[in-house]
């Protein structure tokens, strides 16, 4: 059974760019929720994917987007990066119902300068 | 965003000491869960904890739900060095469909052999 995977481990921008981030969902899952983690904080949601739809959004800006695919995997994008973008994004893979734990992806290290 | 109440921040032990952590909230949760997560990696599930007043036990780990579903603890028995780490809480409520995670801010356990 294969985790959850995520591309790029380390990314470098510069703020006002745009960035692409990448989540492949555990093998039979097919919810997928993206986390922001600040540098000392805990993790906190961004928006979960379920059927390729948005099923649910935390504070966070539009510039924030997603897509999930037919094969349960997901992109996160970010517009106009500014320089608190900076954190580590977290992918979590879970079945929706029924309810069940999330896993999660070593995470995307974005740093914006 | 909002996080949990996650207590302490940081402790400091012995090897062979037990730990206990906490987490509280102003909400309730359907579901309690506990995740370590070390440098560079992403949170990894420890324990999950489904109705108010379940104990659950994963090897040297013990963790309670809540009966006013608005708080857990973490006991962990007997540590090791390989216990090091963060440790947070996340709670998880299934309404309106999205089973989005609120985490607490993280304890830093550090074990001293």
């Known amino acids: 059974e294969t985790g959850v995977t995520q591309s790029p481990t380390h990314l470098i921008k510069t703020r006002g760019q745009q960035v692409t981030l990448r989540c492949s969902s555990q093998s039979g899952h097919n919810t997928v929720s993206w986390y922001q983690q600040a540098l000392g904080q805990g993790p906190q949601f961004i928006f979960q994917?379920?059927?390729?739809?948005?099923?649910g959004r935390g504070n966070f800006p539009p510039r924030f987007s997603g897509l999930q695919f037919p094969n349960y995997s997901s992109e996160l994008n970010v517009n106009a990066l500014e320089l608190d973008d900076s954190a580590l994004y977290l992918c979590a893979s879970s079945l929706q119902r029924p309810p069940d734990e999330q896993f999660f992806g070593p995470g995307t290290r974005l740093t914006v300068l | 965003g909002q996080q949990l109440n996650q207590s302490p921040q940081s402790m400091f032990i012995q090897e062979g000491e037990d730990v206990s952590m906490n987490c509280t909230s102003s909400?309730?949760?359907?579901?309690w869960l506990w995740y370590k997560q070390d440098p560079g990696e992403g949170p990894v599930l420890l324990i999950a904890?489904?109705?108010?007043?379940e104990l659950t036990s994963n090897g040297r780990l013990t963790a309670q739900f809540g009966i006013t579903r608005k708080d857990s603890f973490l006991n962990i028995s007997a540590s090791i060095p390989s216990d090091v780490g963060i440790y947070f809480c996340?709670?998880?409520?299934?309404?309106?469909?999205?089973?989005?995670?609120?985490f607490g801010k993280g304890t830093k356990l550090s074990v001293i052999p």
């Open positions: 909400s309730i949760f359907n579901t």
């Open positions: 996340a709670g998880q409520y299934s309404g309106a469909g999205s089973y989005q995670l609120t």
């Open positions: 904890l489904y109705k108010a007043g």
């Open positions: 994917y379920y059927r390729e739809e948005e099923n």
